[in-house]
Structure formats: C-alpha cells, structure tokens
C-alpha cells in the first residue's frame, strides 16, 4: 500500500500525518515569508518535504492494547 499524507484528528493531536505509519508533521517555529500567501507556500513546501524523506519503519504505530 502506499503511503499518503493525510489530516489527522486525535484525541491530543490534531494536524498532518502519514496513513502508513505514526509519522506526523511538527514545524518548529513559526511559518517564514513576507505575505500570508508566501507563508503558507513555505509551510506546504517543509511539510511536503519532510513528509517525503520520513522513513516509516523508523515511525512504528503502538499496538493496541488488549485485554
């Protein structure tokens, strides 16, 4: 199956993730350019990035717990 970058909504995470693995996207600092639209251009660019460089196996989902 291949992996998609995908909206994630949890109980205490709320943002974009990967559907294959526990990899999610935390920026660090606040988003950089000179007009909003600039801003979110380079905020895409960075999450796009680092989405496509993350190596799932280094991401393993917890297993779920059973009783």
Known sequence: MRRKLVWLEEQLFQGWGCSECAWV???SGAP???SLDEMK????????KEFAEHIC???PRAKSKRG
């Open 25 to 27: 996207f935390n920026p």
């Open 41 to 48: 251009v380079n905020f895409e660019r960075r999450r796009d």
């Open 57 to 59: 196996t280094e991401h």
């Open 32 to 34: 950089t350019g000179n």
